[in-house]
């Protein structure tokens, strides 16, 4: 069901790694206990964030949460269709991006979860 080439974190992001480039996005556990997202806010930064950062907000029907950045790095791109159309993440969250990260150390994503440790840890919750 969780796409095993992604790394999770346990405030339900996802992360696809590409060498020194990560693409975060949101899992579909999340964005099923949020419900229908009406609204992405990503603002822009410069320079370096950390593991664990707030890097934005997605906003639901049912409330406003905080998206957490899964590693440190640098945020090179923002997912703009998502201003006009937040609910691509309701359609497909798992083949949707928020942001394209440039990683500060790549090997800090192994500490997240693994799809099998993601799914383990979803359904105790």
């Known amino acids: 069901m969780y796409p095993t080439t992604y790394r999770y974190t346990r405030d339900h992001e996802w992360i696809m790694l590409d060498g020194k480039v990560g693409t ?19 603002p822009p930064t410069d320079g370096q964030l950390e593991q664990g950062e707030v890097f934005g907000t997605v906003e639901s029907v049912k409330s406003v949460s905080d998206l957490f950045l899964p590693v440190a790095g640098t945020i090179k ?16 969250a798992h083949g949707t991006w928020l942001i394209k990260l440039q990683v500060a150390d790549p090997k800090s994503a192994d500490g997240l979860l693994t799809a099998e440790q993601y799914e383990a840890y979803i359904a105790g919750e």
């Open 24 to 42: 975060v996005g949101l899992t579909e556990f999340a964005q099923k206990q949020l419900g229908d997202i009406v609204f992405v806010d990503i």
């Open 77 to 92: 791109e923002v997912n703009d269709e998502l201003s006009g159309e937040p609910e691509l993440i309701n359609d497909d």
